[in-house]
């Protein structure tokens, strides 16, 4: 087989003279929401992401296998690489060492027309410059040409000239910043969160190595996989079980060699597609051209093979709903100037790559599917059923419609809405059974809360198709209370209320609701969940009340707290077993008031774990949930969720 040139290969020149410089850093801290997203968690951990970015630059150069990045015990980060290290000369026009250029001028790197790279992993974001302007300090060393060189910053500013401090044997970089608390809202890094771009990058970059250590809690490990995204599709097919043994893999280069394109994808037997973008290692959320030209491809193919073999009648057209159920891939493409669109500027949208990866995964998929008749023939039925699962659905939400069911127009008959027709300033709380709803009806606030009772527990749509959900009569009500729509037709920009919270009693059966609403927001509404519009009330455990005192304890180690506070004597404790034995004014003052309630947030901080942990925990694999519940005990009664 002829072995196929790689476009990430340069020239090994990269010295000062390929450092091009664009502009200053001065905006930076005035704005720096301009330059990383937000000043909040995610701004916070996107540092980390820009130094990492700089290495995986050389390992996509071919210069870097290597790559460590510990979580110091003081708040610090240091990210280290052996790759060639930053260029350590004077640059001719600025007269200063070319580390002291990347790190203090905005866009000043190989990246941006000087020659030092072909393809970038970082060139829509904005570069270690920005981590120096937003640190408290930065520490950065370079081993090159024999020498160890350092250069310190303080919240920008070179402290001195880059000195040569020691000898070297090796080439590499070492990035060492602690976040500037006047400009974040937390400077306390998330393992988890770092742990989840890492093990992207390293899937996506076979072979490559990266440790991970956090000397605030001695956590250590190694994120390696040779397999790469088949790895990849593997684990995040770990709960689920596959239609096929193996997943497809497709390696290939775009026309006049301007690009790589890598996809690996396997179906399973769930009915939720789950697909991951990536261009030049940075995760497309909103997909983009290389997405939209696998599902075509994906969708030509598998009616060409079902129209070849009979399955499907002439007259007969899947479309791109029914040939992705049950569908997980990964989808990674490197090219030279990658164009990002979209709201948040992570949807491709170079249009020469739909093309070629259309012929990337027509030929691939279609060579599988000649050379695997039995899988081709049940993939084919698969899509078949899929697709008279979509059409029922169709009926269902037109027939609810016509019977104004789901015309937002028309609420739902348990609905007691809010007054006010700000979105923004609204807020619907999800309650457990009639009892409590009539009591949370008694006890809001009527001008901006709205509350919505259901009967029982819901359905698990992780074991159901959409024309199932859409039968569900308390589904049905949620949608049409939010007025957003469901699944594909979701819309953010129409829902009602900014918050939806979920009120249940504090016991197993209330736990189990939310999990069950939470599976349902996630694979049918996951916007609310990924922007921050979901939460949990907490009410009270006890009502404890001494003489005229009153105290409401929401664990149980306030309760132990406040008995040795107070003493026992005289002392009378209310185990609330649910939310209905609350009158309206207590439920108000200690759940539902804005200025003394406890609302969880749930977060999002790694899709890949999440849709694991959504299928492990409510999907068909019993064992594997026993298994797991067993071996977390600690998870049990967790006063949060962190999805």
């Known amino acids: 087989m002829e072995e196929k040139e790689s476009i990430s290969k340069v020239n090994t020149d990269y010295g000062a003279d390929q450092i091009q410089v664009l502009e200053g850093l001065e905006p930076v801290r005035k704005r720096p929401g301009m330059y990383i997203g937000s000043t909040d968690t995610r701004g ?26 510990e979580l110091n015990k003081d708040g610090s980060c240091a990210v280290t690489d052996n790759g060639r290290g930053i260029p350590t000369g004077i640059h001719k026009t600025e007269k200063k060492s070319a580390v002291e250029l990347v790190l203090t001028k905005l866009h000043a790197g190989g990246k941006f027309g000087g020659g030092g790279y072909k393809i970038s992993g970082g060139l829509h974001g904005v570069g270690v410059s920005v981590v120096n302007a937003l640190s408290e300090w930065l520490e950065v060393e370079v081993w090159q040409n024999g020498n160890h060189y350092k250069q310190t910053y303080n919240r920008g500013v070179p402290q001195r000239d880059l000195a040569i401090v020691g000898t070297a044997d090796h080439t590499g970089t070492k990035v060492t910043f602690l976040p500037d608390d006047t400009i974040f809202e937390t400077v306390t890094f998330d393992y988890d969160v770092i742990k989840g771009r890492l093990r992207e990058v390293a899937f996506l970059n076979k072979g490559i190595k990266i440790f991970l250590k956090d000397y605030r809690t001695n956590k250590e490990e190694l994120l390696h996989y040779e397999g790469g995204i088949v790895e990849f599709v593997e684990q995040l097919n770990q709960n689920k079980t596959p239609l096929f043994k193996k997943p497809i893999y497709i390696d290939a280069v775009a026309p006049n060699n301007s690009g790589e394109i890598e996809i690996a994808f396997q179906y399973n037997e769930s009915y939720n597609e789950v697909i991951h973008g990536y261009a030049n290692n940075i995760n497309t959320q909103e997909g983009g051209t290389h997405v939209d030209g696998f599902k075509k491809a994906l969708v030509k193919v598998i009616n060409d093979y079902g129209h070849s073999l009979k399955v499907l009648k002439d007259t007969e057209t899947l479309k791109r709903e029914d040939v ?14 990658p164009q990002f669109e979209g709201q948040t500027k992570t949807k491709l949208g170079n249009s020469f790559m739909s093309g070629a990866v259309a012929k990337a995964v027509t030929d691939g998929f279609g060579s ?13 039925l698969r899509s078949v059923t899929a697709q008279r699962a979509r059409e029922a659905a169709r009926l269902a939400r037109e027939n609810a419609r016509r019977k104004t069911v789901l015309d937002s127009t028309t609420l739902p008959g348990k609905l007691a809405d809010c007054s006010e027709k700000d979105p923004s300033k609204c807020e619907i709380y999800i309650v457990e059974g009639d009892s409590a709803g009539g009591t949370a009806k008694a006890g809001r606030d ?21 024309n199932r959900v859409l039968e569900s009569a308390e589904i049905k009500n949620m949608i049409t209370a939010f007025g957003a729509g469901v699944g594909a037709e979701f819309d953010e920009s129409k829902l009602r209320y900014d918050k939806i919270i979920c009120m249940t009693d504090a016991d197993v059966d209330g736990a189990h609701i939310r999990i069950l609403l939470l599976t349902f927001f996630f694979r049918y509404m996951r916007p609310l969940i990924e922007h921050g519009h979901v939460y949990s009330a907490k009410p009270p455990l006890y009502r404890v009340s001494k003489g005229k005192q009153i105290y409401y304890c929401y664990s149980e180690e306030e309760k132990n707290k406040l008995t040795a506070e107070i003493g026992t004597k005289g002392v009378e404790f209310q185990r609330y077993k649910g939310l209905g034995e609350m009158d309206a004014e207590q439920l108000w003052s200690t759940t539902m008031s804005p200025e003394n309630r406890t609302l969880v947030k749930f977060s999002m901080k790694d899709a890949v774990e999440a849709d694991a ?11 594997l949930r026993r298994k797991f519940i067993a071996e977390h005990p600690d998870l049990v009664d967790k006063d949060d969720l962190d999805i």
Do not use: W
Request: hydrophobic share 45%; charged share 25%.
């Open 44 to 69: 916070l951990h996107h540092l980390i992401t820009e130094v990492v970015d700089n290495s995986i630059d050389e390992a996509l150069a071919g210069y870097c296998s290597q790559i460590t990045v």
């Open 324 to 337: 992705t159920e049950g569908l997980t891939a990964v989808i990674s493409v490197k090219l030279q100037e």
């Open 368 to 380: 599988y599917m000649e050379e695997n008749p039995n899988d081709a023939r049940e993939l084919i």
């Open 446 to 466: 009527r001008r901006f809360q709205a509350i919505l009772p259901l009967r029982g527990k819901i359905l698990n749509v992780e074991k159901a198709r959409l």
């Open 613 to 623: 942990m959504f299928t492990l925990l409510m999907g068909e694999d019993a064992e």
